[in-house]
Structures are given as structure tokens and as C-alpha cells.
């Protein structure tokens, strides 16, 4: 584990690579004030406590379900919260999902992968193989750059069970494979 004033050394370098990705971003700083945040994940919920949280908004090609369709449309706009733990950039051996790093979904989305925000009915979960397999390698802009193409790029065959609308999403990508030019 890195001395903490490394890590937000490396944090605030990778910051202007991954502003270069992104429409805007937002950070707060969670280490003055360190509390536990419960965020839902693939294994169930977790309680963790964070150094650092994103606020990252990009544009990435994917859907959303609008109310009472059955139809999605296309959505482009995308926001996902990354919460940074204090073992960042290393992994975590003694945790199931090993990655120094959780997400929370923000905006709503139509993806088996992916839970729309807690405020569309969602819990926020992002399903990636990322979150158990991280390599130390990885930084704010190749997480940014996952993200946009984990949106463009759904896995029907690996969908999330809960919500519902995530297997509703892999049926519909099963049949519709989704084609990643979609504007």
C-alpha cells in the first residue's frame, strides 16, 4: 500500500488524463472526514470507506427504457459515480472484488450489465470483470475508457438478475445485438 499523499499525488495526475475523456467531472475529498458508504455490487452490498469520490459524466453510445415503452432509445449522456479506497492502485487480495475502486450507476440506462441510479429505480450496480481482476496498471482514464465501452458493448449472456430490467435488456440485446456507431 502506497503512503496516502502518494496516492492523491497519482490521483490528481490521472485526473487530467481522464478530463480529457469526459464532459465534467466533480471530486470530493472523503479522507478528512472518512465515513462508511454502503454501495451496491454484483456480490451483493458492501460497506466501504473511501479516500476520494468522481462525479464523472461522459458520452458514450447506449439506451435507456422510457416509462411506460417497451422500447429503448438511444442515450448518450452517462453519469457514474468511482469511489476510490485507500489501497488505490492496488488490488485487494482479501476481497471478493479485489479492485481498489467501486462505482455506483447514476443516470438511467438500459444494459444487462449495468443497474440504472437508485433514482430510476436501479441500485447503480455496475457487473464488470474489472472490479475482480484489477491490475495495478489501471488508472481514472482506462476506467473512464471501460466504462464507455462496457455502455457500447452490453453482454447478454452475463446479465444482472436484479433489476428487472437488466434481463429484460439481455433478451432485447439477444435479439438486437447492438451496433456500438448508434448516435
Not at 499525488?9 to 478528512?32: I, P
Not at 472526514?33 to 458492501?46: F, H, L, N, Q, R
Not at 473511501?50 to 461522459?58: G, L, M, N, Q, T
Amino acid at each position: 500500500m502506497l503512503p496516502l499523499e502518494f496516492v492523491l499525488r497519482r490521483l490528481d495526475n490521472e485526473e487530467k488524463e481522464m478530463a480529457e475523456l469526459v464532459v465534467r467531472y466533480h471530486r470530493e475529498e472523503l479522507r478528512s472526514k472518512p465515513k462508511d458508504v454502503v454501495v451496491a455490487t454484483s456480490i451483493g452490498y458492501e460497506t466501504i470507506r473511501p479516500i476520494r469520490r468522481y462525479d464523472v459524466e461522459f458520452k458514450a453510445p447506449g439506451f435507456m427504457l422510457p416509462l411506460k415503452s417497451s422500447v429503448p432509445i438511444p442515450l448518450m449522456d452517462h453519469a457514474v459515480r468511482i469511489f476510490i479506497l485507500p489501497n488505490y492502485p492496488f488490488p485487494d487480495d482479501s476481497s471478493r472484488l479485489g479492485a481498489p475502486i467501486r462505482f455506483e450507476w447514476v443516470t438511467p440506462i438500459f444494459h444487462p450489465n449495468i443497474s440504472p441510479g437508485p433514482r430510476y429505480g436501479g441500485t447503480g450496480v455496475v457487473c464488470w470483470d474489472i472490479l475482480k481482476k484489477w491490475v495495478k496498471m489501471f488508472n481514472l482514464k482506462t476506467i473512464v475508457e471501460g466504462l464507455k465501452l462496457l455502455v457500447s458493448n452490453p453482454n447478454p449472456e452475463d446479465p444482472l438478475r436484479l433489476p428487472p430490467i437488466c434481463t429484460q435488456a439481455a433478451e432485447y440485446f439477444k435479439k438486437n445485438p447492438m451496433n456500438p456507431d448508434v448516435s
